[in-house]
């Protein structure tokens, strides 16, 4: 792999959807957060690109989607910026040098500028890890792929509420296009 054209993308790792509180969280991602941390920590000793791209809302809503909207209102928000619901993990959080995008619907794509950050990066493979599968990963990715990006979702970095959702999607996206490996075939894969 041509590390210089790799970009590692960590999706919605963000309290809301890994606190066991939340009406959001997603129950298998805190077993996936020290895989991720693998990852990350191999992106950054090959010098790849990091973007982290979190969910964030307004206090009022009003940039909810449509699936989310009686949600967000019975619970009186989350996700809302400045708030700790919507920090990510301090584990997982960004460190000097690497990039953020808020987001406020599924795909880190949509109306973000993430394609533009990755083309002015001379990205050409897209890594995505984060959470959850069905929905933000599999939006990402499908974006990802009609943008002509190189896709790979890291299947042990990545989670849904069970494990039966996760391979079904895991399966689908491969069926796709999607390349699907494990963090220790990404570490294999930058030479470490």
Request: hydrophobic content about 45%; overall charge negative.
């Amino acid at each position: 792999m041509n590390i210089t054209d790799v970009a590692i993308l960590v999706i919605d790792m963000q309290q809301d959807f890994l606190s066991p509180a939340s009406p959001l969280f997603v129950a298998g991602g805190p077993a996936m957060v020290p895989n991720l941390q693998r990852a990350l920590k191999a992106a950054r000793s090959a010098n790849a690109s990091i973007i982290h791209a979190t969910r964030r809302h307004r206090a009022t809503g009003i940039d909810v989607d449509q699936s989310r909207r009686t949600l967000f209102a019975e619970m009186g928000g989350f996700l809302v910026a400045g708030t700790p619901g919507a920090e990510e993990l301090p584990q997982i959080a960004p460190t000097s040098g690497d990039f953020t995008v808020v987001k406020t619907r599924w795909s880190a794509f949509f109306a973000t500028d993430l394609d533009a950050l990755l083309r002015r990066l001379g990205t050409r493979r897209l890594i995505l890890t984060g959470v959850q599968t069905p929905n933000c990963i599999r939006a990402t990715a499908n974006d990802a792929l009609s943008l002509d990006y190189a896709t790979t979702v890291l299947s042990d970095a990545t989670a849904s509420q069970t494990d039966e959702i996760q391979l079904s999607n895991l399966r689908d996206m491969a069926a796709m296009g999607v390349e699907i490996m494990t963090v220790s075939q990404f570490e294999q894969s930058l030479g470490l």
